[in-house]
């Protein structure tokens, strides 16, 4: 596999200039070590990158996993930087070895992640209070639901000569404005405070009504989105993930319930509603996520509404949106959604059970915000689909090829779950084909996932292709036999292969293939990127199927 290096950037936030007298007003834990004259000085941006420092930017000193950003003040200071801000006291600095000119305004806070946040927000005058925000969170089935949000919204706010709608959205993949799109970067996270605040003011600027937000724990646990006034929240599920980060399954929960925390303490909108979607159906999020809103309820002195969804009989009580009737077929997915204001028929293109809870999720968060139902309808079946989400790469194949983002036990077995469905409903009779599966496990992440997930394709997939995943500076041939180790407690040695390269895993798998096979490469989806070392490159497990399909139809040389 040939790979060349791809940069990376974080963006500034900008706006206006302000003082750093200003600033800080919005900040009431600041103190500031430097001359009495220097809250004069002029603010015109923020950013905790110091490579993105250009004059008249405010250097945030962020302490990240890895490096701590005190140590890049100096760095910041000869690019032009005309204050920083950080944790440690100017003494602490200088015990560390970080000297910085006796006249450079220094700001001290508690919290640097949240003051950056609320910097970014300040120079952009608040844009998320000039906008309906919807945060949506969990460990799968975020970016769908977002985009069918998305799309919801866009059928409500378009106007004839106006197919974008006024919607924006952030997520994972992709910033949308109206329908224009911005790359959000290279991995699956929720981009930093100052790109956040840039997109929102942005949304304001063409004229948008909405704002969908993606948040990730990540996100949420960093201070990425602290600035935002949401109006709604919702939540997927919460299952196994993200534990190399946060260590303990209640630190990850508590990370996503920092969103509904959030909902109380944004201020109200005139005329927006507010609420508190839950999946009713989600053992990991459900009695959590009603513990942490009766406690905000508590504190705060009053209520934000909840709504839950799920399948009835299959979770909680009885959800306030519900499906029944509920026909599922390889191209699409029928049923009747059932809400406290009555039922109404939804048709999709998206396939899977799992798909179904994302639209109950879009459409119970929809339907809080009083969005008419045709446009629900009309946005549910407008979206054909999501990149890297059950994507299908049809070169001519007698064989069905897929790209899926799944990267966790629940989200692998979901998927193959759905496939083999679809083994089955393609056969019609006829002896069903194989389920391939082609995946990895990602280095520096959690380790306990990759026997958990080698486990799940034992037991659901036909063959198990074990491959490269974002290893890291961890030892790949380590990584996938951990997963090889799940894979036989459930499929003899003649059911799995280990193929480091992705390409030729990929490869290996279409050659494999026959007709009414199917083909599932799973855990990049939408990423551009693969991680070796410290260095990314790009890659594509679209460009990767197709060239495979091609070569095994002969329609392109091998290499």
């Given amino acids: 596999m040939k790979l060349e290096a791809h940069p990376e950037s974080s963006p500034t936030a900008q706006r206006a200039t302000m003082t750093l007298a200003q600033l800080l007003a919005h900040l009431p834990d600041a103190q500031l070590h430097v001359p009495a004259d220097a809250a004069t000085v002029r603010i015109q941006a923020v950013t905790h990158d110091s490579r993105a420092v250009e004059p008249g930017t405010l250097f945030v000193a962020v302490r990240g996993e890895t490096l701590d950003g005190h140590r890049f003040l100096p760095d910041a200071c000869a690019r032009g ?25 220094y700001v001290q806070v508690a919290n640097s992640r949240e003051a950056l946040a609320t910097c970014a927000a300040v120079l952009h005058d608040f844009p998320s209070r000039r906008l309906t925000v919807i945060g949506v969170t969990g460990t799968d089935g975020k970016t769908t639901t977002c985009t069918l949000l998305e799309s919801i919204l866009r059928a409500a706010t378009r106007e004839e000569g106006d197919p974008a709608g006024r919607v924006g959205v952030i997520t994972t993949v992709a910033a949308r404005i109206r329908g224009q799109e911005s790359d959000t970067g290279l991995h699956v996270t929720t981009p930093d405070a100052p790109a956040v605040q840039h997109y929102l003011a942005q949304m304001v600027q063409a004229g948008c009504r909405y704002a969908v937000v993606e948040s990730t724990s990540h996100g949420l646990d960093q201070g990425r989105v602290s600035a935002v006034d949401f109006d709604v929240a919702a939540v997927t599920n919460i299952t196994h993930e993200h534990l190399d980060y946060h260590r303990t399954r209640e630190a990850y929960v508590q990370a996503k319930a920092r969103l509904f925390r959030f909902l109380y303490l944004s201020p109200p909108k005139p005329g927006v509603p507010r609420c508190a979607v839950l999946n009713a159906d989600d053992p990991g999020s459900f009695a959590a996520l009603q513990s942490v809103l009766a406690m905000e309820a508590e504190r705060r002195g009053f209520t934000v509404p909840v709504r839950t969804y799920g399948l009835a009989g299959q979770g909680s009580g009885h959800p306030d949106v519900t499906a029944a009737d509920l026909q599922v077929e390889p191209a699409q997915t029928r049923f009747q959604l059932h809400w406290w204001g009555g039922a109404f028929p939804v048709e999709t ?12 999720c879009a459409a119970t968060v929809a339907l809080a915000l009083e969005v008419p139902v045709p446009a629900i309808q009309a946005g549910i079946a407008e979206l054909s689909g999501v990149t890297g989400r059950m994507e299908r790469i049809d070169r001519g194949q007698p064989f069905l090829a897929i790209v899926d983002f799944a990267h966790s036990p629940a989200s692998l ?4 779950r759905v496939l083999r469905q679809l083994l089955e409903q393609r056969a019609s009779g006829a002896p069903a084909g194989r389920l391939i599966a082609v995946f990895g496990s990602a280095g520096l992440r959690d380790r306990e996932k990759r026997r958990l997930m080698g486990q799940v394709s034992g037991r659901l997939a036909d063959f198990t292709v074990i ?4 290893p890291r500076t961890e030892d790949l041939d380590a990584i996938n036999r951990a997963i090889a180790e799940g894979v036989r407690e459930y499929a003899p040695e003649t059911a799995f292969a280990i193929v480091p390269d992705r390409a030729e895993a990929i490869q290996f798998a279409v050659d494999m293939a026959r007709p009414g096979d199917i083909v599932a490469a799973f855990g990049k989806g939408h990423e551009r990127s693969m991680c070796f070392g410290t260095t990314e490159y790009p890659w594509s497990d679209q460009e990767a199927m197709a060239a495979a399909l091609e070569r095994a139809m002969g329609r392109r040389p091998a290499g």
């Fill in 81 to 105: 930087a005309v204050a920083g801000l950080g944790t440690r006291s100017p003494a602490e600095l200088q015990a560390e070895g970080v000297d910085l000119p006796a006249d450079f305004p």
């Fill in 467 to 470: 491959t490269a995943e974002d």
């Fill in 349 to 360: 293109r998206l396939i899977g059970e799992f798909n179904v809870y994302n639209i109950l």
């Fill in 413 to 416: 077995e979901r998927a193959l």
